[in-house]
């Protein structure tokens, strides 16, 4: 087998595509031949040592992927060589094979491409935590979208247009605009050019959003705080620009707002119950037809850095997928 290996982390130049041998599944795993394996945020951080989790050295990126089990170790039952699945793995997606534990895959439906099942659970996993459960979101409400062409962003407006809210995509440049209203927003805010506090000002008869979704941080934060409606709800969903932002504490107390923390990770960990529910409410609404993963490209495997750099450039539109042959 081959794969990308992080011997040092030190960033994404330091990854090599490596022939290593093929393993063979522990008890309690199974072994896929990836066909398909997305790029998310945490993907790029953990290459460069800024994630949370810092797995042992040497190890293969890539935490979510998808392809068909060919051998599962002793102890698996809900599994067999044939099936195709996806899964959550953490690491070991950027390669042609992996041995994952059996309770991080899910059987596809058959409905699903490999490229659709491997850019599905954490974004989407994570939008509808944040928008259903989190802000407790209600049809007729107003979602601002920060980073709203981006992994999470997209899921986000097509999560909020599926419950019936009026959806406000938040992007910094004006493709991103229109690709955020051919997902059905609303009404876009190019964040690079207009005054968010302005637009949202005039998008809103003066009210502003009753839910901020905001994996940006950085200076986005603020305007938005200060914007947001009465009894608003402002979801805490990542940094992707940096920053993280500091606020006057006196803004929450003035609108009556709240400042949620979303950590999907943590909830699909603790609360897998509650989990496997908001995966189930995912699928049906794909099968619908009601949310699609965007894609922005499908690259070979072996293209891995030009996905990394297409991402780290804030160039992606939706999604970036690798795909074995
Ligand atoms: N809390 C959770 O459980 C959870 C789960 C998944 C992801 N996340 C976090 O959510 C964030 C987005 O993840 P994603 O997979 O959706 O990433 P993504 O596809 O790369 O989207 C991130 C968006 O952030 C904006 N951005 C602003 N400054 C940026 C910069 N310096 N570099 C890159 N992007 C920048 C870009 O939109 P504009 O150019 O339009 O500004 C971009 O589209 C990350 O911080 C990730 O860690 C959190």
Redesign the pocket.
Same mark, same amino acid.
């Given at each position: 087998m081959h794969a990308w290996l992080c011997e040092q982390p030190t960033g994404v130049d330091a990854l090599r595509w490596t022939e290593i041998a093929t393993p063979e599944p522990a008890a309690g795993q199974v072994r896929i031949a990836i066909r398909a394996a997305s790029?998310?945020?945490?993907?790029?951080?953990i290459v460069q040592n800024k994630?949370q989790f810092k797995p042992p050295l040497p190890f293969v990126p890539g935490s979510e992927f998808a392809g068909v089990v060919e051998a599962v170790g002793s102890g698996v039952s809900h599994l067999r060589a044939g099936d195709m699945v996806a899964a959550l793995a953490g690491t070991g997606g950027f390669g042609t094979h992996a041995c994952v534990d059996a309770a991080r895959v899910l059987a596809l439906p058959q409905a699903f491409s490999f490229e659709d099942g491997a850019a599905f659970a954490?974004?989407y996993?994570?939008s509808h935590?944040?928008l259903m459960d989190r802000a407790a979101l209600q049809s007729g409400e107003t979602v601002l979208v920060?980073?709203?062409?981006?992994? =999470?962003?997209?899921?986000a407006v097509q999560i909020a247009k599926a419950a019936g809210a009026r959806v406000i995509a938040?992007?910094?440049?004006a493709a991103?605009c229109e690709l955020c209203l051919r997902l059905g927003a609303d009404a876009a805010v190019n964040?690079?050019h207009d005054n968010l506090r302005d637009a949202l000002k005039g998008l809103t008869n003066g009210k502003g959003p009753d839910v901020v979704y905001d994996? =940006?941080?950085?200076d986005?934060a603020e305007p938005c705080l200060r914007s947001i409606a009465w009894r608003g709800r402002y979801l805490?969903?990542?940094?992707?620009?940096?920053g993280i932002p500091a606020l006057p504490w006196n803004l929450p107390l003035l609108k009556g707002a709240s400042i949620v923390?979303?950590?999907?990770?943590?909830?699909v960990r603790r609360e897998p119950k509650a989990n496997a529910a908001s995966l189930q409410a995912l699928v049906a609404w794909y099968l619908e037809g009601r949310v699609k993963p965007v894609i922005d490209q499908l690259l070979p495997m072996a293209r891995l850095h030009d996905a990394y750099a297409r991402?780290?450039?804030?160039?992606?539109?939706?999604?970036?997928v690798m795909v074995n042959p």
């Open positions: 790029l998310n945020f945490p993907d790029l951080l994630y954490f974004t996993g994570t935590h944040a920060l980073g709203a062409a981006g992994g =999470v962003g997209t899921a938040g992007a910094s440049t991103k964040y690079s994996p =940006v941080g950085g986005l805490v969903v990542g940094f992707a620009q940096g923390g979303v950590f999907w990770g943590e909830f991402m780290n450039a804030r160039e992606a539109l939706g999604k970036l």
